[in-house]
């Protein structure tokens, strides 16, 4: 129907007030390009292909608009009258309906390339140039245990700082505060990136740092510092029920003095146990210290050299020195930390790390030179003189040193008195 001007005018209810019974009726006629209106602009109207489309015609500076809902019955009245009150009140508010929608639209799409996951997986594979292949890996995987699991999936934007204080304090009731905070702070790097690339408005990791309990400085770290009482960690940790991989990792940190990271991730490929002097040979890129050109040499000691042979008869010759008892991995770090905190009730007294500390005090006591010691245990050194021998040509000294450290072990743990020897 036209009016006088000769332009369409709207057909059907008024105010409001059309019914399923009239829509159905006009649908079935299927005019192309009439239109029924229910009123305040909302109307459905027939495309040139037959369908319905509900529409809503609007003004907002001085334009004539129109904002379409979706198709009948696919959308019902009922709805189609909600998506006009929200029209409405985005024109109250001198918003364009279509251009929010645009907006949504483009959130949405965004959102849909910007899941945690996905920004997360970006920023580890810029850290990779950074990190050494070891604690990218170790990043990975605890992303891929603690993390996708919880969060992985949702739009990083929508990120609360609970949603991350949840998963923060899942993981700190496994007791492993090293590793609960190591992850948050891969969180907090993660969001900062979210945040430079216009992903999310707030650091969602940053408040999630209540959660943890504050580290008490200690100071050092706990050490027994005498053979009696390194003999009696060593019996009773043999009494103890532990798993073989465990047990084996625990006596490899005592026996070299090694860093508690390096002998979880032991692979045999750096032992040679068939040399004249045996070695464990670490990569540099395992090492804390990248400030040298060589890989760290620990001569095994003739007293402890028989129970890896024995370890390497037993579980082959091939990947990790301490599998996983579930398998396709190492063991951790937290299952021998845990040992010595909770199996052998040393909390507070002495840890994994402690036995580098006990053989830096004791060799000193014993006369070993300071500069041998420090080689010893790979450590950074802040004098000249020890810096020119990080070539390795004290290595036989180190030898000497790892000979000596063994034996006393040995002796301790038997019980035996061990007699002083100062090294000339």
């Known amino acids: 129907m036209e009016n006088r001007t000769g332009r369409k005018k709207y057909v059907g209810g008024i105010g409001g007030k059309l019914s399923d019974k009239a829509i159905k009726a006009f649908v079935a006629k ?8 229910d009123g305040g602009g909302l109307h459905l109207f027939i495309t040139p292909t037959g369908s319905a489309t509900w529409r809503v015609k609007y003004r907002i500076e001085g334009k004539e608009k129109l904002y379409s809902i979706g198709t009948y019955p696919l959308v019902s009245l009922a ?18 309906p279509v251009d929010v929608r645009r907006v949504g639209r483009a959130t949405a799409s965004a959102n849909a390339n910007s899941t945690f996951k996905a920004v997360a997986s970006e920023w580890l594979a810029k850290k990779r140039g950074e990190w050494s292949d070891v604690h990218y890996t170790k990043s990975v995987r605890a992303f891929e245990r603690d993390v996708y699991p919880a969060f992985g999936s949702l739009p990083i934007g929508s990120i609360t700082p609970a949603i991350v204080a949840k998963a923060i304090e899942e993981i700190q009731k496994r007791d492993v505060l090293e590793t609960a905070t190591r992850i948050l702070q891969h969180l907090n790097g993660v969001f900062r990136f979210a945040q430079a690339k216009g992903l999310c408005r707030d650091n969602a990791a940053g408040p999630a740092r209540e959660i943890l309990p504050r580290k008490k400085d200690k100071g050092r770290m706990p050490a027994l510092l005498d053979f009696s009482s390194l003999g009696d960690i060593l019996r009773r940790a043999e009494m103890a029920r532990l798993s073989p991989s465990v047990r084996m990792a625990h006596r490899l940190c005592a026996f070299s003095a090694g860093r508690i990271s390096n002998v979880v991730q032991a692979d045999w490929r750096e032992f040679d146990l068939d ?21 760290h040499r620990i ?22 020195v301490f599998p996983s008892p579930s398998g396709g991995n190492h063991i951790s770090r937290e299952s021998i930390e845990k040992v010595y905190r909770v199996s052998l009730g040393l909390a507070n007294k002495h ?69 002083p020897l100062k090294v000339a």
């Not at 299927?30 to 209106?37: D, E, P, Q, R, V």
């Not at 709805?79 to 364009?96: F, G, M, N, T």
Request: proline letters at 4%; hydrophobic letters at 40%; glycine letters at 8%.
């Open 275 to 295: 040399a004249a002097q045996p070695v464990w040979s670490i990569p540099r890129a395992k090492m804390k210290f990248k400030g040298r050109e060589i890989d």
């Open 351 to 419: 840890t994994p790390h402690g036995w580098r500390s006990a053989f830096s005090t004791l060799a000193r006591e014993q006369g070993f030179e300071r500069d041998v010691v420090e080689l010893a245990l790979d450590h950074a050194h802040d004098n000249e003189v020890v810096r020119a021998y990080d070539r390795g040509e004290r290595f036989t000294q180190r030898t000497a040193l790892f000979k000596w450290w063994g034996e006393q072990l040995v002796f301790a743990q038997r019980g035996a008195k061990v007699i």
């Open 30 to 37: 299927g005019t192309s390009g009439k239109k029924l209106a």
């Open 299 to 320: 001569p095994l000691c003739p007293a402890f050299v028989d129970e890896l042979r024995n370890w390497q008869n037993t579980f082959g010759r091939k990947g990790f």
């Open 79 to 96: 709805s189609a009258r909600v998506e006009l009150a929200s029209v409405k009140a985005q024109l109250l508010e001198h918003r364009d």
